[in-house]
Nanobody, 122 residues
């Protein structure tokens, strides 16, 4: 079992920045690929960014060049640095974990955090 707890969400103006964190506990953190997803009201949960066990990264097209995912295996934590935020980035952001490689499909992730709200005002 892996427990995930997100933090760092909030309200920010367009063009601003936020840094999300996901603290994990339970099974060996560095066995897992980690992902960030987001879900806006009335919309599906979509892939934002992922990081593999060996720090390979992958991003959704809509956040490339603005968001950066990183992991700290010593602290069992993954971060999402979000810059140049836009109103369309407004959503609940979820941290997720799965064994092996990154997946873009939320259905393939085994463990989820409770989510953290990010609101970007125009």
């Amino acid at each position: 079992q892996v427990q995930l707890v997100e933090s760092g969400g909030g309200l920010v103006q367009a063009g601003g920045s936020l840094r999300l964190s996901c603290a994990t506990s339970g099974r060996t953190f560095n066995n897992y690929a980690m992902g960030w997803f987001r879900q806006a009201p009335g919309k599906e949960r979509v892939f934002v960014a992922g990081i593999s066990r060996n720090n390979s990264t992958y991003y959704g097209d809509y956040v490339k060049g603005r968001f950066t995912i990183s992991r700290d295996n010593a602290k069992n934590t993954v971060h999402l640095q979000m810059n140049s935020l836009k109103p369309e980035d407004t959503a609940v952001y979820y941290c997720a974990a799965r064994l092996a490689y990154i997946s873009l499909s939320y259905a393939t992730y085994e463990y989820w955090g409770q989510g953290t709200q990010v609101t970007v005002s125009s």
